[in-house]
């Protein structure tokens, strides 16, 4: 039996709702633009459970359009928790069209300014296969 919501994560769901609708359409053309150029390599980790492919920071031509996907993905994305159950972590999703792109909780760089959050993923939202009932 899934567990009740917590009135907490409803309340921050509402607010990146709100903040969904808040974003200019010129944010998300340069989004759509900006993961369209990114170089995608597909994964192997997970490649027979959860298939997906995956952006390295250090391959994008400007550090700070990494950093204001990440930050605009943290802020306007939903929460989802996989693996699926009691085991999995919660992490930033947001869809965009037929893909799904998350980046991992850790903060966009360290206390001593190096890089910490370094990998942007993306996969289609309903893969080959997934149950749609």
Same mark, same amino acid.
């Given at each position: 039996? &899934?567990?009740?919501?917590?009135? $907490?994560?409803?309340?921050?769901?509402? @607010? $990146?709702?709100?903040?969904?609708?808040?974003?200019?359409?010129?944010?998300?053309?340069? !989004? /759509?633009?900006? !993961?369209?150029?990114?170089?995608?390599?597909?994964?192997?980790?997970?490649?027979?459970?959860?298939?997906?492919?995956?952006?390295? =920071? +250090?391959?994008?031509? +400007?550090?700070? /359009?990494?950093?204001?996907?990440?930050?605009?993905? =943290?802020?306007?994305? %939903? =929460? %989802?928790?996989? &693996?699926?159950?009691?085991?999995?972590?919660?992490?930033?999703? !947001? $869809?965009?069209?037929?893909?799904?792109?998350?980046?991992?909780?850790? &903060?966009?760089?360290?206390?001593?300014?190096?890089?910490?959050?370094?990998?942007?993923? =993306?996969?289609?939202?309903? @893969?080959?296969?997934?149950?749609?009932?």
């Amino acid at each position: 039996m &899934p567990r009740r919501p917590h009135p $907490r994560w409803l309340e921050i769901e509402a @607010q $990146r709702a709100a903040a969904r609708a808040a974003v200019p359409p010129e944010d998300w053309a340069r !989004l /759509d633009g900006l !993961l369209r150029d990114a170089i995608w390599r597909d994964a192997v980790t997970y490649a027979s459970t959860n298939p997906h492919c995956y952006s390295v =920071r +250090r391959t994008w031509t +400007r550090d700070e /359009d990494f950093v204001w996907t990440v930050e605009l993905i =943290r802020r306007v994305g %939903e =929460r %989802e928790r996989f &693996p699926d159950g009691p085991g999995g972590r919660f992490y930033d999703i !947001l $869809r965009r069209g037929d893909r799904k792109i998350w980046v991992m909780g850790w &903060p966009i760089n360290w206390p001593n300014g190096k890089p910490c959050t370094t990998i942007l993923n =993306r996969k289609p939202v309903v @893969q080959p296969g997934d149950r749609t009932s």
